[in-house]
């Protein structure tokens, strides 16, 4: 490990007083170890901020063509660390993987030193991030921007290997480096990709889990059995969200499913007259029971019972039901 400290003290002392002082500021190198503003720099020297901007532009340049030759090694082990990441990494992350948190401020100074290296500032979108290269630069803005697009298409959270075929992306570990950089996207450790907003990837709060619980499990739970496998939420808490959220729909005596697989909400009488309006014609009894059983968890007897309802059925001569 390198005394990133003295290296970074050595490189600045070969510069005037006041050109030290500034940069010294600017990357937070003093013992406050606080990053100052132009702004701030130009009021205590009674000059611009663009002045300012100018002295620390010159001052890295001069400072570069020594650095880069006479700290060689170091900046070896930056590009090896980069390329472990697949040439591109949020910033915060790669410096605090290159060196003790108190190296922080210094590891950020030597890496502006680093021609080869590209910094992106953060944006609305997008965290501060550094590429080893020019076209590892590019390589991550086009692809978070095509991975937005895709979840914007289809609305819902993708698999990871999905994305890894998307050109230029070739591999997973690139993949993930640009998905870190991505204030809207995020990755989960079920390699599932998606906006952060969605609770599907971000899940808040009790029925958010249980969704997310339902869809993994694929099949139709208690609310007991869901109160249980998500640990910590009361039986009754699960069943009064569960109710109110029109996600999920009461299949059965306590037994919730989601909508989305097809089920119906409602008393078993509703679910067989719609189903009759929908068909539009009579149907058996036997093909009612099948189609009820899809979309509900219920006996057999239970169909058959509401079937006999002659407020809302009627049965033909040949033995079909209509509804009324």
């Known amino acids: 490990m390198f005394d990133y400290r003295q290296i970074s003290t050595n490189i600045v002392s070969k510069l005037p007083d006041r050109t030290r002082d500034i940069i010294s500021r600017r990357f937070g190198l003093n013992q406050e170890s606080k990053k100052e503003s132009l702004e701030a720099i130009g009021v205590d ?25 006479e ?13 472990s990441f697949g040439g591109i990494k949020k910033e915060d992350e790669y410096i605090k993987s290159l060196g003790k948190l108190e190296d922080y401020n210094y590891i950020s100074f030597l890496l502006s030193l ?3 290296f590209y910094r992106s500032s953060e944006s609305k979108d997008i965290y501060s991030f550094w590429a080893i290269d020019q076209n590892s630069f590019n390589n991550a803005q086009e692809t978070i921007k095509r991975i937005h697009q895709i979840l914007s298409e289809s609305r819902k959270p993708i698999k990871i290997e999905h994305c890894i075929n998307i ?11 640009y998905l870190d950089l991505s204030k809207k996207i995020h990755l989960t450790p079920d390699g599932v990709i998606g906006f952060k907003n969605w609770p599907e990837i971000n899940p808040r709060g009790t029925k958010d889990k249980a969704y997310l619980l339902l869809r993994k499990k694929g099949k139709a739970l208690h609310f007991r059995e869901i109160a249980k496998l998500l640990g910590n939420h009361s039986e009754q808490t699960v069943h009064n969200e569960l ?3 029109e996600r999920f729909v009461l299949v059965g005596r306590g037994i919730y499913a989601l909508k989305e697989w097809g089920y119906e909400p409602g008393d078993v009488k509703d679910v067989i007259k ?6 539009g014609k009579p149907m058996t009894k036997e093909e009612i029971i099948t189609r009820v059983l899809e979309k509900r968890i219920v006996k057999k007897n239970t169909i058959i019972q509401n079937l006999c309802n002659k407020d809302y059925f009627e049965r033909t001569s040949d033995g079909k039901y209509l509804a009324k």
């Open 45 to 69: 020297y009674g000059i611009t901020r663009e002045r300012v901007r100018q002295i620390e532009q010159d001052a890295i340049k001069k400072m570069q063509r020594g650095a880069e030759e």
């Open 71 to 83: 700290y060689q090694p170091v900046f070896d082990v930056f590009r090896e660390q980069m390329i």
């Open 114 to 116: 680093n021609n080869s």
């Open 167 to 177: 050109a230029p992306v070739k591999a997973s570990k690139k993949v993930n480096s």
């Open 243 to 245: 109710i109110k959220d």
């Open 274 to 279: 719609k189903i009759l309006l929908i068909e």
